[in-house]
């Protein structure tokens, strides 16, 4: 068990209030400080902001150690100061530090001893310097900076922050690393103390890695599609060599979050602003885009025009256990089937998109959603859309098309239940040769 501290937190999203609850778990005195107040009021009444996995139990489990604020002030006698503020892209694709410059103005003026200040937020390298430049300026000195990235990953956030894979600290003095190293006492897992500079790169080259791994799959799986290989079949068997191992090889219809995209971008941006080209981040970025719309030139090969057509996205959140939307790929599939001329018809259990997804008409069911369509196609791998292939779901539809753009049904099995079935990276079937279905009448004039 770690000696407790008073910890700070600046941020009450998902790194920040998931950051307060497992430090508070960890037996630390917590306070969260974010600038929505209607943010601030859900917390004090006991509600958590967004849907994540196990984080309402912690915080109710905690609620004696944990506090919410909207006033820095309050946050005076911290021990520690974590930095959990968003940093999402700018229109050059540069990360944007507006939030966390406007955190440090925030930065209250402890009166006893030492403080550490910790970047957990993803910032570009060299953000540590300039933090630490400004804290000098303000006559901080006696403020310690730390970088101390953060690799969870919604859905199962709390669960990541109590089981990492390693805790990355990056520090200019080794006393300000040693204090957040302690703060971590109670859980299990290799500490990597390291230079600041280095410990920002270490996140955005391990997201970029992940990024190449899914944008290769999903290569491989277009290539697949050409030959007639099964990717998943693929992704097994190279999966299983040691020194690649199984992760990340899913393919799908792109990657997309808060962070994937903007890190990537931001990881290229950094690259080119001091002059060097990432020629592989790049390619992993545009294969990404491109995967996104061949969902449409599926559709298409299937239905011909889309115009009029009716489409059911079936899930809208962009992974399962999370009803964070930002940068999903609904959204880049609703606009391209609206932009066609398509009718969106949309579901998820958690995810609500509103004015995200203007033109697109939420239903609270499968079968709603589904009823009348030419096509369903699986946009997020959650597990209520495992018995799609259903009696109720075929009968529903005006066409019997899945596009599952997660892998995630059985092909012979949706196929058997009388589906023309089209995963990625996985032979396909044609309505011609659906076991009993004639080939559907065109309903809709282009
Ligand atoms: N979401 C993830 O899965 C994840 C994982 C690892 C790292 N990160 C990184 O962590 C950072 C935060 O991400 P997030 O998803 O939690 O963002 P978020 O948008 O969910 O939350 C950020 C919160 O900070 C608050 N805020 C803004 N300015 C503030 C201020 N001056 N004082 C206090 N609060 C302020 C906002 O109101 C918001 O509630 C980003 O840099 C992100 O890249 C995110």
Redesign the pocket.
């Known amino acids: 068990m770690a000696q407790s501290r008073k910890i700070g937190v600046?941020?009450?999203?998902?790194?920040?209030?998931v950051t307060g609850a497992c430090f508070a778990e960890l037996g630390h005195e917590v306070i969260v400080?974010?600038?929505?107040p209607d943010?601030i009021d859900a917390l004090r009444a006991g509600q958590a902001p967004?849907h994540e996995a196990d984080l309402p139990e912690v915080l109710e489990r905690n609620r004696d150690r944990i506090r919410y604020t909207l006033d820095?002030d309050e946050l005076a006698d911290a021990d520690v100061l974590f930095i959990?503020?968003?940093?999402p892209p700018t229109y050059s694709g540069d990360a944007d530090l507006s939030?966390v410059w406007?955190?440090l103005d925030?930065l209250p003026r402890g009166e006893s001893g030492r403080q550490v200040l910790v970047m957990?937020?993803?910032?570009p390298v060299g953000t540590g310097e300039k933090v630490r430049a400004a804290l000098d300026g303000r006559g901080l000195t006696n403020v310690g900076y730390v970088s101390n990235?953060?690799?969870?990953?919604?859905g199962h956030?709390v669960h990541d922050f109590l089981n990492p894979d390693r805790i990355v600290i990056g520090a200019f003095a080794d006393e300000d690393g040693a204090a957040v190293e302690a703060l971590y006492g109670g859980i299990e897992a290799p500490v990597l103390r390291t230079d600041v500079a280095s410990a920002e790169m270490i996140?955005l080259a391990a997201n970029a890695f992940l990024m190449t791994r899914i944008s290769f799959i999903n290569e491989i799986a277009n290539v697949c599609e050409a030959v007639g290989a099964d990717v998943v079949e693929v992704a097994k068997g190279v999966g299983l060599d040691h020194r690649l191992g199984p992760h990340f090889l899913r393919a799908g219809i792109g990657y997309g979050?808060?962070?994937f995209p903007?890190?990537s971008l931001a990881l290229k941006q950094l690259a080119s602003n001091s002059g060097y080209h990432f020629h592989l981040l790049s390619a992993v970025i545009e294969v990404n885009e491109l995967q996104k719309r061949r969902v449409v030139q599926k559709l298409q090969k299937h239905l011909g025009k889309l115009r009029g057509k009716k489409i059911a996205l079936l899930g809208l959140a962009f992974k399962a256990g999370t009803d964070?939307m930002r940068e999903a790929p609904s959204l880049v599939l609703a606009s391209r089937l609206l932009a066609e001329g398509a009718e969106v018809r949309a579901w998820d259990p958690v995810a609500r998109p509103g004015d995200l997804m203007k033109g697109a008409v939420l239903y609270d069911s499968v079968l709603e959603a589904v009823e009348g369509a030419d096509a369903a196609v699986i946009v997020t791998e959650w597990d209520e859309l495992r018995g799609l292939a259903s009696k109720d779901v075929r009968d529903a539809m005006a066409r019997p098309l899945i596009l599952d753009g997660r892998n995630l049904l059985d092909p012979a099995e949706t196929r058997a239940a009388g589906f023309a079935y089209e995963g990625i990276g996985r032979p396909s079937s044609p309505f011609e040769a659906l076991p009993e279905t004639a080939e559907p009448e065109t309903r809709v004039q282009n």
């Open positions: 600046f941020g009450a999203g998902w790194v920040g209030l400080r974010d600038v929505m943010r967004f820095a959990c503020v968003q940093t939030f406007s955190a925030d957990k937020s993803t910032v990235p953060e690799f969870l990953a919604e956030a996140k979050g808060s962070c903007k890190d964070d």
